[in-house]
Each structure stands twice: as structure tokens, then as C-alpha cells.
């Protein structure tokens, strides 16, 4: 244990473990054991009291972070909107600095700086070059513009305007207009039911005071989790957060959020739209992130819909009937719980067919469950794809960042194959059968409605 | 300190030292290609961090290589390549792929048509015993055809007729390129997917599906030599085909300024503009595709561009904002700007502000510390793509199937810093010129949305 002068670092007790993953490339005859790869996971706590995920990945000069703030829309209270434009602000001005300096001075020494916004997280993210002199005036910045965001009235009211616009583009879209309404249906009064742009009047509402006070309460070294992935040695990673978190107070991790009750009944939402396909969405709130059904239902999901040129309802819907292009499942567990989805889109008058055959092959798999066949297959290829998830910096820091989010154990990658490997035919059935209840399920359309006759 | 390893197996040792070796060699230094006696490229590059590879097929067959009546068949012949072959009918190619652990799609684009695998690096074999059977031996039925002419169809209301601003850009081709092959998209024009037969896809099949029109890359966790081993045994024995001549097609000389209107259900307006501008296939002058690219940066490239700066930030008219060119093309392409107006601003009101930015770098050359920005990002941006595998072969496949060296990855930037601020402001003073612009304007019809609940 390396002790810095900055940095105390709470060790969890646990030897550095060396877990070997057969499983991985278990569909690989030409298997031999005389090289490895491997991907050493660090993890420790800054004085601050943010979590600090770490991989070492040398072969590029480069380097990957992202901070992650439990920030997302979720947060946004009655105000809409206001996790978004608060985060996409901070690049807008601090003390020192104006927009245009702030983008020079990134873009001057090549390093990437992006914001992103969902409903759980606020993301933070820099790719840079790990040549001094093009690392450390990035990392000052970031620290800058995370910590100390000026939300400068002029530019506050620009990106109010072009969050308003977004909520328009939002509204000429079928897709788009879709997803809003599917989620409103599934979570109603809870903080997941609005969109991450929120609406307009919350929008036009909003205020820098407003910002700021979000800004402090939110952006805070105990609220944060930090992922680096790249070309540093763990002395410089801790440097890298000591910086960035150094520069920020250690506040409180946000508060819980509430349960998601859901609606308990089936719904239908029709909305007319001049447009020449009907969008369809059938769901409902599922699971949170870590809950023991994840794996079945994960599983079952990659069978029914998740696969992307392989599953029941590409079959069904594309293969065997050509209803649509694009056609899918989805289960997106969160901090609480997550929607499964069913969508597709289909010429205006073939919409309630490809409903029907949406929820007669959601039906029959709850029913009947996977077959032996269908199961090895999904097991095969979640497997098989599984270093797929690691195949770049990129990928390893999204991946750092979800584990530390959702706290998942830090042996989660290294155990992933074995819990899919241990999925049955019947722990799949049973999960489902107990969370995608048919009778619950939110169905929204978009589109020509009047052309379904 | 909590610590857990990630290990996989892999079939080769002494990896370590190869990775020093490959860090002290500049950026793509290790493409490795060979051309098989039928004619058939394959281009292979090492990336040993992941025991994982992507292979990708690229014919030289797009939609720039169609004619009228026959739009959109490059496309709808990718989604036939999925319909079987008598030793794997419908569903087994994917079936394997996903079986093995991979995963696979394909894409059409103007100048090609791009297949791919991203597996477990030994699964390279089976990506290429299956892509060497469907490059021959392609069932094409009536009854799949049918009713994947209905899917393809779908895909284009969902990318195309649904979408205002995909609208607008459909048309704004069709107007920027009146006599050329970029006239159409590859998604092709409705009219001829519903009249598209059977037999014009057999046709196109046999013309443009062979060894001496593929590319082949493989970029990750490979042996060269095993790859140009596997390369033989699988593609080795396919017949060259007769691929005839393509003919030039060339763009006939604007005459003056045109101008459409686009008016679709839609919330806000959108505009583009666009003129006329040569690629590195077409460029009489070798500098000024370079010249083009650094001037589309310095308008639109990032954050800190000008665009961004005067007409976002500082005017704050519109909230949108993308100036680009592509110097990769085949033939020659348009020099593009594009932007949404902030509400209480005029489509007018900002096409005159994106004419004073062209005026500006026009009247004067760029600054020093603009162009030393951009050749920094380039630099930056020729490592971070080397993070991805699939990135890697993309870049490679998108040259060479062009006429393209992939040398030209390296080269690229090389000829990028020899760009003056003097030769920016000359092509910008020569190409975007009022004569030579065409402008699409989509002009939203009003949206009423009604809610029914049943």
C-alpha cells in the first residue's frame, strides 16, 4: 500500500485476487493457456469520499475518465430539465474563464470533453493524450469547470433556448414522442416519469440561481464516482482524482430514490401523429440495478428481443412477417427499477398486427419459458461476446463507471460468465412470470392512428 | 486496496514485448496487405490488447453505382446477403456468428457495401468460410425478397420520410448533384423499392460480388500470415468475376445558385447549404482537399470553431451548428453547412450569418493559433482512433475501397501540416462562391397531436 500526502485511502480488505475467466472464450476449440489478458481493477476512496475505479491499459498514450454524479433527471425535483441544463452549463463559464476559452483551451492541447445527462447519472468525461503538457492543462480544467461554474446569465439564456429547441426536435419525431409518453405511463409521480430535457415551461422557468444551488448540492466528492482507464501508473490515477476531486467539497451522497410503484393496470395510449409509420412501445418497470432476478431476466431479454440479428421477436416480427426494420427488447435496470421495452415501427395500418404478435410472443415466452436450444444459444453468445465488452478504453471505462454507479461488486466482470453460465430454463420463466406481467404492461402508439381503421 | 484481475486465456505468449515495440512505431505503421491471385485485398492489422479481432468484408458497389430505376438495390441486395445459401440457408450465417460469440451487422454507403463480424480472434475462420460462401453461392427468392422489399421499405419511413431533416437532406442531394450518381441516397427512392425484381438483384449480385471487388480487413488480436493463409484457403478458389466498366458519371457544372424549399410536419426549420468541391480522387490540385479539410475544422470542428464561437455563442442565433467535408469520397462531393435557427430568428437571418463567416475566412487567412488547434486535434484524434478495432478497419475500408492507399491514414496528417492559413482562404475563395451554392430549407407544416386514450 503506497501511502500519498494527499490521499487517504480506505482498503477494503480483500487480497488482490487473480480470477481466471475459462468461461470467456469457452467457444474456442484452438484454446491454449500460455498467454493472458487481463484487466486489473482498482478501487479505493478519496478523503473526499469519492469512489475511484482504476485499470491500467497501457498500449495507447492515452486516457480515458469520467466522473459520474448521481445528478440525472431524477433529481430534477418539480424543475424538469434542471439536471440537464445545469451539467451542459458548466462549460459555459467559470470565474476565470468564458465559453470560448474554455472550448480553446481543451481543443489546444487535442483533449476531448463531453457532457452527458441520463436519469440516474450526470457524466463528466475527458479523453486525453498522456503527454504532460497536453494532460495536466486538460485535467486543471476539468477541475475548474466541474467545481466552479460561473452560469453566466448570457450564456444561460442561450442554453435555455437550445434546450427549448431540443424539447421541439423532441416533439417532431414519432420515436421521440413515443419514449416520452412510455415513460410517463410506466412511472407516473416517480422522478423517472419525465424526459431528461424536461418540458417547456419547467424550462423557461428555470434560473442560474436555480443551477447553482443544484450545482452544490449535486456536484460533490461523496455524491461522485471516478473511472480512469489508460496509459498512467495507479501514482498518477490518484493523482488524477485528488485533482478533480480535491477541487470540489465533500458534501452528501444524494438521497435515496423513492420506490417505483408503477402502474398496476394495463394501459393503451394512442397519439395521432401525421407521420407514415406507427411507433409502438409495450412495457413496464422492472428491477433495480443488483437485484437477484437480473441474470434470468437478462438473459430471457437477449432471447425474446435483445439480440440483434438473433431473437424471437426479430423472427417474428422482421423475418418472418416483414412488419418493420427495427424491432427489439430492452431491460434497463437503474438505481430503482428499470423498464423492459418492447418497440417497433410499422406502416400506419399494420400497426395493431405487429402489436399482437409484439405481445402474443411475449405472451407464449412467459409461458413457455426458452427452449433448451434457444437458452444454450443465448448462454453461447453472451458469453462468447463477452471480451467484446472490453475491447477498448472506452469500453472498459463505461463499463468502470456503471459498476461503480450501481455499486456492484468489484468482482462483477470477473463472475459475469458464471452467472450467465448458471441461468436455467426455469429461473428464466420464473422471472418473468413474476416481473413482465402481462396485465401491468404500458402500451403506447404514435402515428397515424386513424389509418388502423 | 481491493484488486481484481480480469484474465483470458490466449493462444500466443511474449506478448508484452510486442506491445513496446508497437508503441515506439508511428500511429498505423502495421497494416499489412496482400492481393490474392483472383484479385481479392486483404488488409490485416494487429491489435493484441484484446484477445478479440473484427473481420470485415467491403465490395466496391454502393449506391453511387446505380442507375435510375434501380435506386436503393445495393442496399436491399446487403439485407438479401443475410437470406442463405444452400450449404446455410436463411438464418444460419447469423445463427453461427451469434453462436460463437459474435456479433455482426452490415452497411451501405455511397461507394460501398460493408459487412462485418466482431468475434473472438479465433473465430476469424468462421467469419470467413461464411462470408466466401455468400459471396458465391447466395440463394435469392421470391418469397424472402418479398418480404424483405417491405423491411427495407420500413427502414426507409423510419430513416427517411419520418424524419424532417433526413427528408430535407435527401433532397438537398438531389438538387446539389443533378447529373451525378450522389443524386440518390443509398436507401434509394421509394418508387423503385416497390417496382425493384428479383432479377435486378440477381443481376447486381453476379456484377458486382466477387473476390476482384472485395476487400477484406481483419484488425485485432492476429497473425498476419495466418490471415493471408486463411484468406487463400476460403477466397483463394473463388472465380474472378467480370466486372465490366464503371462509367464516369461526372457532375455537371453548376450554373447558378439553386434553392429548394422542404415543407414537412416538423417543429423547427432547418437549413443547409452546400457547394460543389473536389475530393483526393478527383482534386486537380493534390493540396486543396487538405486545405478543404482544414477549412471545414476551423468553421465547424469542435467546440472552440468558428461557427460555434460567433453564430452559437456569441449571436446566439442559432442552436445548431456543423460545417463538413470528406475528402474520402469517390467522386466529387459537397462542401456542407448546416443549422437550426434559435426561435425568433430567421432562416434568412441565419443563412446570412453563416455567408459573413465564409466572407470572413475569405477576406482573411486563418489564424496561426487556429490552425495549430486543429493539426493538435487531428494528431489527438489519429490515437483515440486507434481505441477501437472496428474504427481501425472502418478507416481502412473506407479508403481502399475508394482507390484509396490506406497509407493515406498516416499520410493524411502529414499533408495536413503542410496546409497554409494563404491556401485555406484561397479554396475557400475559389469553391464557395454564390453561383456555386445550392440551399435546402425545410419549412415546418404545423403538427396537431391529439391523444385518445382507450
Known sequence: MRKTIVTIIIVVAIAAVLLFLKAALQSNNDNKTDALFEVAIEHWVTKKGAQVYFAQVPELPMVDIQVVFDAGAARDGNQNGLALLTNSMLSEGTAKLNADQIAEQFENVGAVFSQQVGRDMAILSLRSLTTRRQLEPALTLFAEVMSGPAFPPRAFSREQGRQLAAIAREQERPGSIANKHFYQALYGEHPYAHSVLGDTPTVEALTPDDLAAFHSQYYVGSNAVVAVVGDLTERQAKKIADTLMGSLPAGKPAAPLPDVIGNVEESLLQIQYPATQTHVLVGLPTIAQGDPDYFPLYVGNHILGGGALVSKLFNEVREQRGLAYSVYSSLSPMQQAGPFMMGLQTRADQAPEALAVLQDTLAQFTLEGPTEDELAMAKSNLIGSFPLRLGSNQAIVNQLALIGFFDLPLDYLVTFTDNIDAVSADDIQAAFNKVIVPERLQVIQVGDIAAQG | ?454
Not at chain 2, 438495390?73 to 460469440?101: Q, V
Not at chain 2, 468475376?241 to 415543407?263: A, C, F, H, S
Not at chain 2, 480522387?281 to 477549412?295: F, H, K, M
Request: glycine residues 6%; aromatic residues 10%; negative net charge.
Open chain 2, 1 to 454: 486496496m481491493q484488486k481484481h484481475h480480469i484474465r483470458f486465456y490466449k493462444g500466443r505468449a511474449a506478448l508484452a514485448g510486442l506491445l513496446c515495440v508497437m508503441l515506439s512505431l508511428p500511429a498505423w505503421a502495421d497494416v499489412h496487405s496482400y492481393t490474392l491471385d483472383n484479385g481479392l485485398q486483404l488488409f490485416v492489422k494487429t491489435d493484441h490488447r484484446v484477445p478479440i479481432a473484427t473481420t470485415q468484408v467491403w465490395y466496391k458497389v454502393g449506391s453511387s453505382y446505380e442507375y435510375g430505376g434501380i435506386t436503393g438495390i445495393s442496399h436491399i441486395l446487403e439485407h438479401m446477403m443475410f437470406k442463405g445459401t444452400s450449404r446455410y440457408p436463411e438464418g444460419e450465417f447469423s445463427r453461427l456468428i451469434a453462436m460463437k460469440g459474435g456479433q455482426e451487422n452490415a452497411f451501405t454507403g455511397r461507394d460501398y457495401t460493408g459487412y462485418f463480424q466482431d468475434v473472438a480472434a479465433q473465430q476469424v475462420a468462421l467469419s470467413f468460410e461464411l462470408e466466401a460462401d455468400r459471396m458465391q453461392h447466395l440463394i435469392l427468392n421470391e418469397a424472402a425478397f418479398e418480404k424483405e422489399r417491405q423491411v427495407v421499405i420500413e427502414e426507409r419511413r423510419l430513416r427517411t420520410d419520418d424524419n424532417p431533416q433526413a427528408a430535407t437532406y435527401e433532397q438537398f442531394s438531389a438538387t446539389a448533384f443533378l447529373s451525378g450518381p450522389y443524386h440518390h441516397l443509398p436507401i434509394g427512392w421509394m418508387n423503385d423499392l416497390e417496382h425493384m425484381t428479383k432479377a435486378d438483384l440477381e443481376r447486381w449480385y453476379k456484377k458486382w460480388y466477387a473476390p476482384n471487388n472485395a476487400i477484406i480487413i481483419v484488425v485485432g488480436d492476429v497473425d498476419p500470415k495466418k490471415m493471408h493463409r486463411l484468406a487463400k484457403k476460403y477466397f483463394g478458389d473463388i472465380p474472378a468475376g467480370d466486372l465490366g466498366m464503371l462509367k464516369p458519371q461526372e457532375e455537371i457544372d453548376i450554373l447558378g445558385e439553386r434553392r429548394i424549399t422542404v415543407r414537412k410536419p416538423a417543429q423547427l426549420p432547418y437549413l443547409l447549404m452546400g457547394y460543389p468541391v473536389p475530393v483526393i480522387n478527383t482534386a486537380a490540385d493534390d493540396a486543396e482537399p487538405y486545405a478543404l479539410s482544414v477549412l471545414a475544422a476551423v468553421l465547424g470542428g469542435g467546440a472552440s470553431s468558428r461557427l460555434q464561437k460567433e453564430v452559437v455563442r456569441d449571436q446566439g442565433i442559432v442552436t445548431q451548428v456543423s460545417a463538413s467535408y470528406d475528402p474520402f469520397m469517390r467522386l466529387g462531393t459537397q462542401f456542407m453547412l448546416s443549422a437550426t435557427p434559435a426561435q425568433g430568428h430567421s432562416v434568412e437571418e441565419v443563412e446570412q450569418a453563416l455567408m459573413a463567416e465564409i466572407a470572413r475566412v475569405q477576406a482573411k487567412p486563418i489564424s496561426k493559433s487556429e490552425l495549430e488547434r486543429v493539426i493538435t486535434q487531428m494528431t489527438a484524434e489519429q490515437i483515440y482512433a486507434q481505441d477501437s478495432i472496428s474504427y481501425q478497419a472502418y478507416l481502412i475500408g473506407s479508403l481502399e475501397s475508394v482507390g484509396l492507399p490506406w497509407q493515406l491514414m498516416d499520410d493524411y496528417l502529414i499533408y495536413i501540416k503542410q496546409v497554409t492559413p494563404q491556401q485555406v482562404q484561397a479554396v475557400a475563395k475559389k469553391y464557395l462562391t454564390a453561383p456555386r451554392l445550392t440551399v435546402a430549407e425545410l419549412e415546418p407544416l404545423a403538427i396537431n397531436e391529439e391523444h385518445a386514450d382507450a
